[in-house]
């Protein structure tokens, strides 16, 4: 995916300004807090599950070697085979390496944010190895050339009159409005290209360390079809994702679907565990676990070593209002919302995506849904401090925030500042009470009124205050 | 690609200030690894074996799976049979499972019975399952020989047989059974909890994207 | 108004004006002392008070953050507690620890005022009884719970338990009472038309219950979601929760016509 972060302040008031969006909006903001919330309230241990969720991550972050290096001997002996990687490219190229020794003309692909994250249909697509994406979200979007804008809703930027259009463009047959027809004519579509891929790419929710199982958690099915049907299965997968035991895996199971989808459980919860077996029917017969690192290895032992938390839920964005407002192509990148804002600026350079930790309010929704307790808005301030220390904060900001600072410490001046802005605003205010338009505060009241102030100051009135009854008490 | 591997591994450990895991930490990881220690387990599932069945019922249905009661093993095939007719099915996949190949199919005349892998256009297949897991109504269905994967996917409607001795509370009592199963993992563990379905398209659910559109489970009373 | 309190003994506290207060509503301070010195406390206004410097915590900027920290700690030194009508300059305070090494002696002073510093319905509720109001407003108000009074500190019945003791006020909820107004300090200023998204869905979640008066627990939300609601042309009054529990209604709503206030202290 192209890195268009940097363009974060056009874009969301693109975003804004899209009447379309701001529907397909609406649904995200109608619809996932409300399940969340209803799935959570049937769950009385759900408090203790993410108390557990955030500690067992934690312990795993703490032994992350021992555990990669078990879950890769365990791949190992079923047969399987590990590939690790340092960055997108040494990942890309090793799964083009699988494909050519496949001889591979299209592979088919499950939902995976990693493989938005490294480019790989691009790349697999250059090379001559046709990608064929089979989630319904990430179908539509790869007829109309886009990219997601949720990590577990790809499409929800789009509307079903967008799905109608492509549909019908690309299908050759007549548009339907019914979002039953349509998903029967993807079905049909997917139907050929799932028998035909001599390689199925999928991702993976866990790596199990002491199976040597990798987990896909999907409703649709196609994730499945993806890694049973073709010759070869390909996981890409990154070193977070590692869990010691089922049992751990079962914990982030509970956690996963309700926090995400507000499901009791995803409808299928697949765990591969090698090639197929010598007397198996069915099923691959090489299977491949590439394991990005992609500077994730960099965050452990630094002040974002909390981010390694993320079990990739969506609760965040769902929740957030930011991502409400301008959803999450605006982001510019694959990760969008919080935990892309904390993400991102570590994956593409905080040079590039500065904006992202700062257009946020700091509620603290993100932090109170997130079933690792990840303190989202803390991870972002850290990264508005590695800007303020960088120097890449907007040069007139730093100057306005260094005078304030400046007065902040001197209560003397600082009542002097507070007594004669307060006395200006008042003049400004004038009979109505309120400023329509501020010289110096446009951002404010291009879309709202300033509020004028009472009069004099607290602290002046308070003295005054304070003298009177002095006096009376005197008298 | 060692030098990626050591380097990423070598990263960690510079992250976290040591070498390799040694000593007491050490153990501490392995003894995780061997014990697989429980987490919270959700209070809902620890039931009787009556309510077990209860509550896999009706978070089986609640997820949209279709439940058919059997009151004998035997029942099975006349069973099948009856749900095909009644809804258009005349061609059904079987595994070749002993326990469903076992039964008597020969008085079964409007289905075209075949055993063997699924393929793109089956309309419906019939299948075991390893167990069924009351929290959330889910079965748990493992690959094997007679098993292949690909009848839970690709059929229209997929029918798997259930026994009421087989229901277990929670997840983790699965994984007790699959460990006392097996030694070794099969290729493919299958938690499956209701129909396939999709919300892609304006986040309105429709059932049947790319797997079963019916999961009906036959619930054998022993 | 008086209240019917059983004094208990004296509880000694500094008062946190905060900026915008200070500037824009001393209402709301009076009001706050006003409610406070009911529940039986003696309230003081340290002078050396300036900001608790949260716009520059959340720019990144940790050295000037702690700066103003060191003089907000020596400012509150040796008051049993501090209240401030505002749960995000109160939220901040309980944030200083994290800015100094453990052996900065700040640190340890850090966390004594963390440990005392508390917002002004909370402390009213959780900390000293406030007794029986007399307080009387006529009318429906419906509440915004600002964000880090909410998550950071959990002030959510508190303001509410209050408010159902005053005679005359019925509450409406809104939909996403929870959900932020989009002001968040600099936020409004650096993204203005995500923030404007923000305050045009709170303002109407607002008017949809049909309450006349929006009540909320922090200036700068209400500053910025009054300004919303006259730029509409909205009728809605928008106040800070202590007027209507110190009875303090007659100052004009917050952006309406003002007037200089004259505090009469309930006539000690």
Same mark, same amino acid.
């Given at each position: 995916?192209?890195?268009h972060?940097?363009?974060?302040?056009?874009?969301a008031?693109?975003?804004?300004?899209?009447?379309?969006l701001?529907?397909?909006?609406?649904?995200?903001?109608?619809g996932?807090?409300?399940?969340r919330?209803?799935?959570?309230?049937?769950?009385?241990?759900?408090?203790?599950?993410?108390?557990?969720?955030r500690d067992?991550?934690?312990?795993?972050?703490?032994?992350?070697?021992?555990?990669?290096?078990?879950?890769?001997?365990?791949?190992?002996?079923q047969?399987?085979?590990?590939?690790?990687?340092r960055?997108?490219?040494?990942?890309?190229?090793?799964?083009?390496?699988?494909c050519r020794?496949?001889?591979?003309?299209?592979v088919?692909?499950?939902?995976?944010?990693?493989?938005?994250?490294?480019n790989?249909?691009?790349?697999?697509e250059?090379?001559?190895?046709?990608p064929?994406?089979?989630?319904?979200?990430?179908?539509?979007?790869?007829?109309?050339?886009d990219?997601?804008?949720?990590i577990?809703?790809?499409?929800?930027?789009l509307?079903?009159?967008?799905?109608?259009?492509?549909?019908?463009?690309?299908?050759?047959?007549?548009?339907?409005?019914?979002?039953?027809?349509?998903?029967?004519?993807?079905?049909e579509m997917?139907?050929?290209?799932?028998?035909?891929?001599?390689?199925?790419?999928?991702?993976?929710?866990?790596?199990?360390a002491?199976?040597?199982?990798?987990?896909i958690?999907?409703?649709? /099915?196609?994730?499945?079809?993806?890694q049973?049907?073709?010759?070869?299965?390909?996981?890409?997968?990154?070193i977070?994702?590692?869990?010691?035991?089922?049992?751990?895996?079962?914990?982030?199971?509970?956690?996963?679907?309700?926090?995400?989808?507000g499901?009791?459980f995803?409808?299928y919860?697949?765990?591969?565990?090698?090639?197929?077996?010598p007397?198996?029917?069915?099923?691959?017969?090489?299977?491949?676990?590439?394991?990005?690192?992609?500077?994730?290895?960099?965050?452990?032992?630094?002040e974002?070593?909390?981010?390694?938390?993320c079990?990739?839920?969506?609760?965040?964005?769902?929740?957030?209002?930011?991502?409400?407002?301008i /959803?999450?192509?605006?982001?510019?990148?694959v990760?969008?919302?919080?935990?892309?804002?904390?993400?991102?600026?570590?994956l593409?350079g905080v040079d590039?995506?500065?904006?992202?930790p700062?257009?946020?309010t700091?509620?603290?929704?993100c932090?109170?849904v997130?079933?690792?307790?990840?303190?989202?808005?803390?991870?972002?301030?850290? +990264?508005?401090?590695?800007?303020?220390?960088?120097h890449?904060?907007?040069?007139?900001?730093r100057?306005?925030?260094?005078?304030?600072? +400046?007065?902040?410490?001197?209560?003397?001046?600082?009542?002097?500042?507070?007594?004669s802005s307060?006395?200006?605003?008042?003049?400004l205010?004038?009979?109505?009470g309120?400023?329509?338009?501020?010289?110096?505060?446009?951002?404010?009241?291009?879309w709202?009124?300033m509020?004028?102030?009472?009069?004099?100051?607290?602290?002046?009135?308070?003295?005054?205050h304070?003298?009177?009854?002095?006096?009376?008490?005197?008298? | 690609?060692t030098?990626?591997?050591?380097?990423?591994l070598g990263?960690?450990?510079?992250?976290l200030?040591?070498?390799?895991?040694?000593?007491?930490a050490?153990?501490?990881?392995?003894?995780?690894?061997?014990?697989?220690?429980?987490?919270?387990?959700p209070?809902?599932?620890?039931l009787?074996?009556?309510?077990?069945? #209860?509550?896999?019922?009706?978070?089986?249905?609640?997820a949209?799976?279709?439940?058919?009661?059997?009151?004998?093993?035997?029942?099975?095939?006349?069973?099948?049979?009856e749900?095909?007719?009644?809804?258009?099915?005349?061609?059904?996949?079987?595994?070749?499972?002993?326990?469903?190949? #076992?039964?008597?199919w020969?008085?079964?005349?409007?289905?075209?019975i075949?055993?063997?892998? #699924?393929?793109?256009?089956?309309?419906a297949?019939?299948?075991?399952?390893?167990c069924?897991?009351?929290?959330?109504?889910?079965?748990?269905?493992?690959?094997?020989?007679?098993?292949?994967?690909?009848?839970?996917?690709?059929?229209?409607t997929h029918?798997?047989?259930l026994?009421?001795?087989?229901?277990v509370?929670?997840?983790?009592?699965?994984?007790a059974?699959?460990?006392q199963?097996?030694?070794?993992?099969?290729?493919?563990?299958?938690?499956?909890?209701?129909?396939?379905?999709?919300?892609?398209i304006?986040?309105k659910?429709?059932?049947?994207?790319h797997?079963?559109?019916r999961?009906?489970?036959?619930?054998?009373?022993? | 108004?008086t209240?019917?309190?059983?004094?208990?003994?004296?509880?000694?506290?500094?008062?946190?004006?905060?900026c915008?207060?200070d500037?824009?509503?001393?209402?709301?301070?009076?009001?706050?002392?006003?409610?406070?010195?009911?529940?039986?406390c003696?309230v003081?206004?340290?002078?050396?008070?300036?900001?608790?410097?949260q716009?520059?915590?959340?720019?990144?900027?940790?050295?000037?953050?702690?700066?103003i920290?060191?003089?907000?700690?020596?400012?509150?030194?040796?008051?049993?507690?501090v209240?401030?009508?505002?749960?995000s300059?109160?939220?901040?305070?309980h944030?200083? &620890?994290?800015?100094?090494?453990?052996d900065?002696?700040?640190?340890?002073?850090?966390?004594?005022?963390?440990?005392?510093?508390y917002?002004?319905?909370?402390?009213?509720?959780?900390?000293?009884?406030?007794?029986?109001?007399q307080?009387?407003?006529?009318?429906?108000?419906?509440?915004?719970?600002s964000?880090?009074?909410?998550?950071?500190?959990?002030?959510?019945?508190?303001?509410r338990?209050?408010?159902?003791?005053?005679?005359g006020?019925e509450?409406?909820?809104?939909?996403?009472?929870?959900?932020?107004?989009?002001?968040?300090?600099?936020?409004?200023i650096?993204? &203005?038309?995500?923030?404007?998204?923000?305050?045009?869905?709170?303002t109407?979640?607002?008017?949809?219950?049909?309450?006349?008066?929006?009540?909320?627990?922090?200036?700068?939300?209400?500053?910025?979601?009054?300004?919303?609601?006259?730029?509409?042309?909205?009728?809605?009054?928008?106040?800070?929760?202590?007027?209507?529990?110190?009875?303090?209604?007659?100052?004009?709503?917050?952006?309406?016509?003002?007037?200089?206030?004259?505090?009469?202290a309930?006539?000690?």
């Open positions: 995916m192209q890195i972060s940097p363009e974060f302040k056009q874009r008031g693109d975003a804004l300004d899209n009447a379309n701001q529907r397909a909006l609406g649904n995200l903001r109608d996932f807090p409300q399940k919330a209803a799935a959570v309230a049937r769950m009385p241990e759900f408090e203790q599950l993410r108390n557990e969720g067992l991550k934690n312990h795993i972050l703490a032994n992350l070697d021992f555990y990669l290096e078990q879950f890769e001997d365990n791949v190992i002996k047969g399987g085979q590990v590939h690790w990687a960055d997108g490219e040494e990942a890309r190229r090793a799964i083009l390496e699988i020794n496949a001889g591979a003309k299209t088919t692909k499950g939902k995976s944010m990693v493989s938005e994250e490294i790989l249909n691009d790349y697999l250059a090379n001559g190895v046709k064929v994406e089979t989630d319904l979200g990430e179908y539509i979007l790869q007829l109309r050339e990219h997601p804008s949720h577990i809703a790809p499409a929800i930027h509307n079903l009159d967008d799905v109608s259009d492509i549909f019908h463009k690309k299908h050759n047959r007549p548009r339907s409005e019914d979002p039953a027809e349509l998903m029967q004519e993807a079905r997917l139907r050929k290209q799932f028998v035909a891929a001599d390689v199925g790419i999928t991702g993976a929710n866990f790596c199990v002491e199976t040597g199982s990798t987990i958690v999907t409703n649709e /099915g196609n994730g499945d079809l993806t049973t049907l073709p010759r070869v299965h390909v996981v890409i997968t990154t977070e994702k590692v869990v010691p035991t089922l049992e751990d895996m079962t914990l982030f199971l509970r956690l996963l679907a309700r926090s995400a989808t499901q009791e995803t409808v919860n697949t765990l591969s565990s090698g090639p197929r077996r007397e198996d029917q069915d099923g691959p017969e090489e299977f491949h676990v590439v394991l990005l690192d992609n500077g994730r290895s960099e965050m452990i032992g630094s974002f070593q909390e981010m390694l938390r079990i990739r839920c969506s609760a965040c964005m769902n929740h957030c209002p930011v991502y409400g407002a /959803g999450g192509h605006a982001y510019g990148w990760y969008p919302g919080p935990m892309g804002s904390v993400l991102t600026p570590k593409i590039k995506a500065g904006h992202l700062n257009a946020s700091f509620c603290g929704k932090e109170s997130c079933p690792v307790k990840i303190p989202l808005p803390k991870l972002m301030r850290h +990264w508005r401090e590695r800007e303020f220390e960088r890449l904060s907007p040069k007139g900001f100057f306005g925030l260094g005078t304030w600072a +400046w007065f902040a410490r001197r209560p003397g001046l600082y009542r002097w500042v507070s007594r307060s006395w200006f605003l008042k003049r205010g004038g009979k109505q309120r400023i329509r338009s501020l010289p110096l505060g446009k951002g404010w009241t291009a709202r009124d509020p004028a102030p009472q009069g004099s100051t607290f602290m002046d009135q308070w003295k005054r304070q003298q009177t009854q002095q006096q009376k008490n005197k008298g | 690609m030098s990626s591997r050591n380097q990423i990263n960690i450990r510079r992250g200030q040591r070498d390799l895991l040694t000593g007491d050490l153990d501490q990881v392995r003894t995780r690894l061997r014990e697989h220690p429980a987490n919270t387990v209070a809902r599932s620890q009787p074996q009556d309510q077990q069945i #209860a509550l896999f019922e009706s978070m089986a249905n609640e949209a799976a279709e439940l058919i009661e059997l009151k004998t093993l035997e029942a099975l095939p006349g069973t099948v049979a749900f095909c007719r009644e809804n258009g099915i005349d061609q059904l996949v079987s595994a070749s499972d002993p326990a469903l190949t #076992a039964l008597d020969s008085g079964i005349d409007n289905l075209e075949t055993h063997r892998v #699924a393929q793109a256009g089956d309309s297949s019939l299948t075991t399952s390893f069924g897991i009351a929290e959330t109504g889910t079965l748990m269905l493992l690959s094997g020989p007679h098993s292949p994967t690909t009848l839970n996917f690709l059929p229209d029918l798997v047989l026994k009421q001795s087989q229901i509370g929670a997840y983790e009592e699965a994984w059974r699959l460990r199963h097996s030694d070794a993992m099969p290729r493919t563990v299958n938690m499956i909890t209701g129909p396939s379905r999709s919300a892609d304006e986040q659910l429709q059932m049947g994207a797997g079963p559109k999961l009906i489970i036959l619930l054998l009373r022993d | 108004m209240a019917s309190s059983t004094t208990p003994p004296t509880a000694k506290v500094g008062f946190f004006v905060t915008l207060v500037m824009f509503r001393p209402s709301v301070g009076f009001a706050s002392i006003k409610l406070l010195e009911l529940a039986g003696e003081e206004v340290p002078e050396t008070q300036t900001c608790c410097g716009p520059a915590y959340n720019s990144g900027d940790r050295n000037s953050t702690r700066a920290a060191e003089s907000v700690i020596d400012a509150f030194d040796g008051f049993e507690y209240v401030g009508p505002s749960g300059c109160i939220g901040m305070l944030q200083y &620890p994290d800015l100094f090494e453990p900065n002696p700040y640190f340890e002073r850090a966390r004594s005022l963390a440990g005392r510093a917002e002004i319905t909370s402390f009213l509720t959780d900390v000293v009884g406030l007794g029986t109001l307080a009387r407003f006529e009318g429906l108000v419906t509440y915004h719970d964000c880090a009074g909410l998550r950071e500190l959990g002030v959510k019945t508190q303001p338990q209050l408010l159902s003791q005053v005679d006020v509450l409406a909820e809104m939909n996403e009472a929870e959900t932020c107004c989009g002001f968040g300090g600099t936020f409004c650096k993204y &203005p038309d995500i923030s404007n998204r923000m305050v045009s869905n709170k109407a979640n607002a008017q949809a219950t049909g309450a006349a008066v929006l009540l909320g627990g922090d200036l700068g939300c209400l500053l910025n979601m009054a300004g919303k609601l006259k730029r509409e042309g909205s009728t809605m009054e928008v106040r800070h929760v202590v007027e209507l529990l110190a009875n303090m209604t007659d100052q004009p709503a917050i952006g309406e016509s003002a007037a200089d206030l004259a505090y009469n309930g006539g000690h």
